[in-house]
Nanobody, 115 residues
Framework: VQLVESGGGLVQPGGSLRLSCAAS????????MSWYRQAPGKGREHVAT????????FYANSVTGRFTISRDNTKNTVYLQMNSLKPGDTAVYYC?????????WGWGTQVTVSS
């Protein structure tokens, strides 16, 4: 199983970024996918989850209305569209898959929101 995140970077407050997570090594279309983040000095927190068919999505209260999770099962990729970014969104963002009873994580992509 391999998860590779991309799309992070430096953005000003109020800006947008789109993160991608390319998955391989398992049957992507049957697995719910999630995004988590970890800010400096803090624990890892859940951001969003999308079910295997993309039909149901869950968000942390802190990002509801600003972030959108989506997936393309033909490309084995999950996305996180982040709008109206705030300095508090600064973190390393990770995608996660739970497959065969085990969690798999990517290496993460850094998002920095600063003027």
């Amino acid at each position: 199983v391999q998860l590779v995140e991309s799309g992070g970077g430096l953005v000003q407050p109020g800006g947008s970024l789109r993160l991608s997570c390319a998955a391989s090594g398992f049957t992507f279309s049957i697995v719910a996918m999630s995004w988590y983040r970890q800010a400096p000095g803090k624990g890892r927190e859940h951001v969003a989850t999308v079910t295997s068919d993309g039909g149901t999505k869950f968000y942390a209260n802190s990002v509801t209305g600003r972030f959108t999770i989506s997936r393309d099962n033909t490309k084995n990729t999950v996305y996180l569209q982040m709008n109206s970014l705030k300095p508090g969104d600064t973190a390393v963002y990770y995608c996660k898959a739970t497959y065969s009873g085990r969690d798999y994580w990517g290496w993460g992509t850094q998002v920095t929101v600063s003027s």
